[in-house]
Nanobody
């Protein structure tokens, strides 16, 4: 059974860093399209980053490009999201999700498997 478990969230001051993890079980990630989304209270789920299952390329949402880096460790079956230069507007619940396809998509509805999320709060 496919399961995704996020971890690594917490409270951090503006300008700080966090490294989120998404560990998968029930499948191997090396040719899977997997993305990070986030959701703040009262807002829609927003795409943060994605690693394409087809060519392994990473892509980022405009709000985080240049500050966040996503990577995949196939030996650990885990995807990471390294977040630097955190801002209060980065606060939210961060989810990882898998899409049954080879290319990243921005639409959250295209992703069929989700973790439960990890909370990130950026505040002084």
């Amino acid at each position: 059974q496919l399961q995704l478990v996020e971890s690594g969230g917490g409270l951090v001051q503006p300008g700080g860093s966090l490294n989120l993890s998404c560990e998968a079980s029930g499948l191997t990630l090396d040719h899977v399209t997997i993305a990070w989304f986030r959701q703040a209270p009262g807002k829609e789920r927003e795409g943060v980053s994605c690693v394409s299952g087809g060519d392994g390329r990473a892509s980022y949402g405009p709000a985080v490009k240049g500050r966040f880096t996503t990577s995949r460790d196939n030996t650990k079956n885990t995807v990471f999201l390294l977040m630097n230069g955190l801002k209060p507007e980065d606060t939210g619940t961060y989810f990882c999700a898998i899409l049954d396809g080879s290319e990243c998509r921005n639409n959250a509805a295209a992703y069929g498997s989700w973790g439960r999320g990890t909370q990130v709060t950026v505040s002084s």
